[in-house]
């Protein structure tokens, strides 16, 4: 297709770029990570969207020479930030399957200077459905060497609870439906609080997701999670920006 064509162009022209969204303490309001999510800087069509463009990478395996990509350039610039700022970055079950991934993210810590405590790798449940056993070891492979593992979207797929005791997740980041669906109901953050509670007896880090409203955080700060991420702190935002928000909250 087209627009198949028009990404392999994008690759060898390094027309990708990253936006980093701020994932932030509940306790202090710090700003203890980043998360890279990735554009696609389009000669006529602007800024697109990766909802529009990852889909198609996957399909046609570019995800995997995109991913790597996104994954060097995520430790490069962590490596520009503050030493206790994390960056995260999401994976697809492509990536996690190819057998030179676990190398691949050694590298890119190896070329950036990045400590790989520093490193976050986002999955989602789809990425464990398939292949697991090799999928797992990879990943246990990663979480030996320091890298933490989050599971992204958490509660969206059939199977989260079951894939918690499967893998030792370092975090859960609990998707922003939940968050959304909770608005002005009196049931507002049952959920989030059951979820918050998994975690806690897991011993695993619990993330709040799409944040828009005074509202919602005041709701996700009562239910106890550790960190939020959202709109009402900040969107995704190119790294100087970022780097500017730390400089000035430090
Ligand atoms: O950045 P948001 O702005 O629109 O991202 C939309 C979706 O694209 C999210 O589900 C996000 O996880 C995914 N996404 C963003 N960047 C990357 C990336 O570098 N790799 C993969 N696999 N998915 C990404
Ligand atoms: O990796 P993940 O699927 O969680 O991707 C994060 C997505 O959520 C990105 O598309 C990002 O732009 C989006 N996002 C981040 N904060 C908010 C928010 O507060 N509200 C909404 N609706 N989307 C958000
Ligand atoms: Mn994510
Ligand atoms: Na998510």
Redesign the pocket.
């Known amino acids: 297709t087209v627009m198949e064509r028009e990404l392999r162009e994008a690759l060898v022209h390094g027309r990708f770029e990253?936006?980093y969204?701020p994932l932030v303490d509940l306790d202090d309001n710090r700003i203890k990570g980043v998360?890279?999510?990735?554009?696609w800087r389009h000669p006529e069509r602007g800024l697109v969207?990766?909802?529009v463009f990852?889909p198609l990478?996957?399909e046609t395996g570019l995800?995997v020479p995109?991913?790597d990509w996104?994954l060097n350039q995520?430790c490069r610039d962590a490596a520009a930030l503050p030493d206790d700022i994390s960056v995260a970055?999401?994976?697809?079950a492509l990536?996690l399957r190819n057998r030179n991934f676990a190398q691949g993210v050694l590298m890119a810590l190896a070329a950036s200077g990045l400590k790989a405590t520093r490193l976050e790798l986002?999955i989602?449940e789809s990425v464990l459905l398939d292949d697991t056993e090799s999928n797992l070891e990879t990943l246990h492979t990663l979480r030996r060497l320091g890298v933490r593992i989050s599971m992204?979207?958490f509660g969206t797929g059939y199977s989260s609870i079951s894939y918690l005791r499967r893998f030792p997740f370092d975090k859960i980041k609990i998707d922003r439906s939940f968050v959304r669906d909770s608005a002005g109901r009196s049931d507002a953050g049952a959920i989030i609080r059951a979820i918050v509670g998994l975690g806690a007896s897991l011993g695993i880090t619990t993330l709040v997701e799409g944040i828009e409203t005074e509202e919602q955080l005041a709701t996700v700060r009562a239910e106890g999670a550790q960190e939020m991420q959202g709109y009402l702190f900040s969107p995704?935002r190119p790294v100087q920006d970022i780097a500017r928000m730390i400089a000035d909250a430090a």
């Open positions: 990253l936006h969204q998360e890279a999510l990735v554009r969207s990766p909802t990852i990478a996957e995800i995109l991913g996104v995520a970055v999401n994976v697809s990536q986002e989602t992204d979207d995704p």
